[in-house]
Structures are given as structure tokens and as C-alpha cells.
């Protein structure tokens, strides 16, 4: 099958044609149609997350028609021909402390799509069935596969976020334009802040019912409830705290982020809180999977051939892509 490897941290994806895995106890083989490009991707591929498998196939946001199925508990979970997706959680040991609390996303032992476990940027992947989704019907494969991490990262962050009703969103990309719709949906006010100078990133959330737009180095015109930071850069947090009012969060969504500087205890004073937002859960998946086409969640994606896999992450990296970067693997762009 065709593949896009990478060999190691800091080098280009190489195009390769590789054997096709077949499902262990328990799995299901996908014949991959599109897989997402996700900025996690690229902390990845930069080496910004440690100990990656080598060598691997990125991706973790992958829909894609059940081709084969495992033996064991879980492998029938799912008919042949029928449509999943698999999210960046793919295995957790469903014993420790946090596993037993509903918190699996902090299991110790986690494995992770495109990380530990080989990923989209394939024509084929395997994946512990427990841990996929079926696709809601609504959506087609390109535009389903940001939901996968974009919507699902967002999701959490916004239930994070509790029930603010002036919402700031830091970083206006594949996340945020996702949550940007489910929170004009629960009547909450969005104000957006980009890159200082990007006039389309504004514009996008503008059209996508933000109240106000304006770059991250400029206060809001009034106090938010709560931030969130989808930009991986640390120097947002002191930003977004003074943004914030009294009893406000700012909840840093990013699996990576540069350092935090230095800043006064005044601007978090008053009950302000700091807090992360570790991988999901796949309650976090049932539950955004069945609200999104009642909102409806509309995805903005900019398709890419499987061979063009460098290309849609180095837009990514620059900024140049509007909504959600997708690998068209199968070449049926659109296909539902």
C-alpha cells in the first residue's frame, strides 16, 4: 500500500509503498479516504513530543470503511464496508486509577494514534475498534475527518471552559473554527484573536459568527469569561489572563507549548484559573459526535493527495491554511 513514512524528527515525509497490516485480536482494518493534518502532527514531526515510533505514519484523524476484522472482544463491533473514524486516543488500559474514574485521557499507558500507534497517512491503518467512532451520516469523509481531533479538542475545551458566555479563542484554525459554531449554538459570544496582520483568518471567524476579531496582542473591548488558547505559544497565557475577568479561565488546549513566561500574581489573582486539556475521551467522542450535525458543525477543509502530505503540513506550519488541512487518500474528494 502507499504510505508517507516519517524516518525521523526534523525530515520530510517519503512516499512509500509498504505492506498492508492486517487487525491483531480485537481491531479493525480501514481502507483509509481521508485523514486530517493536525498541528499535533507537526509536533510530532518536529520532534517537539519525545519518543515517537520510528519509523511511523502520522495522522490521527482518519475516516475510513471497515476493510477486515480481528478476532476477540470488540473486533465485531463493526460490520465490513461500514464508515469510522479513529481519534488520537487508540488504546488505554482500562485499569488504572484514571481509567476506572472515566478519565482515560491520563492513563498512564495511553497509546496514541500517528505517535505510537501508525496512523492515516495511508491507504490502510489498524485500529482498536473500542476506540472508533461510526461517522454521522452527514457528514462526507473529508469534512468528517477534522471533527476526529479539531472538533473533538475543541469540544473539551469548551466544556472546559464551563458556562462563559464571552468566549475568547486564541488561534483561529482547525479547532477553533469548529468550536467557534457549537458556541454560537449555546448562545455564547465568541471573540476571536489571530496572528497580528491576518485579515483572513479575521474575516473566516467573522463569517463563522464571531462578535469581534483583532490580533492576540490587542485587549478584547471587554472582560472575557473564559479563553481559550488553541496557538501553541506560551506567551498567550499572561495575555489571555488579563483578558480574562475575575472567576475567569483560560484553558491552554494544546498537547505542546512553548514556555510560559513570567507574570504577576495580580493577573491571576481573583480566582482566575490556568488549566490543560490532556488528549479525550471516548465519552468526549460519543457526545461531539452526536451533537455536531445538530448544530450543524459545517468543517472548511482544503484537500491534499496523500503524496502532497509534506505540502499540507507546511501550510499548516506557515498559517496558510483556512480551516482544516485533509489528506484525500482514496482521490474520491467529497466521497460520503
Known amino acids: 500500500m502507499r504510505a508517507m513514512i516519517l524516518d525521523a524528527p526534523r525530515r520530510p515525509l517519503r512516499a512509500a509503498e509498504v505492506p498492508r497490516p492486517e487487525p491483531g485480536p480485537g481491531q479493525v482494518r480501514l481502507a483509509v479516504t481521508a485523514c486530517g493534518v493536525c498541528r499535533t502532527d507537526l509536533h510530532v514531526a ?19 470503511t471497515v476493510a477486515a476484522t480481528g478476532q476477540g472482544p470488540g473486533g465485531d463491533r463493526f460490520r465490513t464496508g461500514q464508515r469510522v473514524g479513529v481519534p488520537w486516543l487508540g488504546w488505554s488500559c482500562g485499569a488504572c486509577r ?3 474514574a472515566g478519565r482515560e485521557n491520563l492513563c498512564d499507558r495511553a497509546r496514541f494514534t500517528g505517535y505510537q500507534i501508525d496512523g492515516g497517512y495511508a491507504e490502510h491503518t489498524v485500529a482498536d475498534a473500542r476506540f472508533c467512532f461510526p461517522i454521522p451520516d452527514a457528514y462526507s469523509d473529508l469534512h468528517a475527518a477534522p471533527l476526529l481531533c479539531a472538533g473533538l479538542i475543541g469540544y473539551r475545551s469548551l466544556v472546559a471552559a464551563g458556562d ?33 496582520g491576518d485579515a483572513a483568518a479575521q474575516q473566516f471567524a467573522l463569517e463563522l459568527g464571531a462578535e469581534w476579531v ?27 489572563l488579563r483578558a480574562v475577568a475575575k472567576g475567569g479561565t483560560v484553558v491552554c488546549a494544546g498537547i505542546h507549548m512553548s514556555d510560559i513566561p513570567a507574570f504577576p500574581y495580580d493577573i491571576l489573582w481573583g480566582e482566575r484559573v ?38 499540507a503540513l507546511e501550510n499548516l506550519r506557515a498559517g496558510r491554511v483556512r480551516g482544516a488541512a485533509v489528506l484525500d487518500v482514496d482521490g474520491r474528494t467529497g466521497r460520503g
Open 46 to 64: 518536529d520532534g517537539e513530543l519525545p519518543d515517537p515510533k520510528l519509523p511511523l505514519v502520522l495522522g490521527h484523524e482518519i475516516v475510513g
Open 214 to 240: 483583532g490580533a492576540s496582542d490587542v485587549p478584547p473591548p471587554e472582560p472575557l469569561d473564559a479563553a481559550i488558547i488553541f496557538a501553541p505559544a506560551g506567551a498567550l497565557v499572561p495575555v489571555a
Open 274 to 311: 490556568i488549566r490543560s486539556v490532556a488528549n479525550l475521551t471516548r465519552n468526549d467522542g460519543e457526545e461531539f459526535l452526536a451533537l455536531a450535525p445538530k448544530v450543524p458543525v459545517r468543517t472548511q477543509v482544503e484537500p491534499y493527495p496523500l503524496e502532497r502530505a509534506n505540502e
Open 98 to 100: 484514571y481509567c476506572r
Open 164 to 196: 462563559a458566555e464571552r468566549l475568547g479563542l486564541y488561534g483561529f484554525g482547525a479547532a477553533a473554527h469548529i468550536v467557534a459554531q457549537v458556541a454560537r449554538h449555546q448562545g455564547r459570544r465568541v471573540f476571536a484573536f489571530t496572528r497580528p
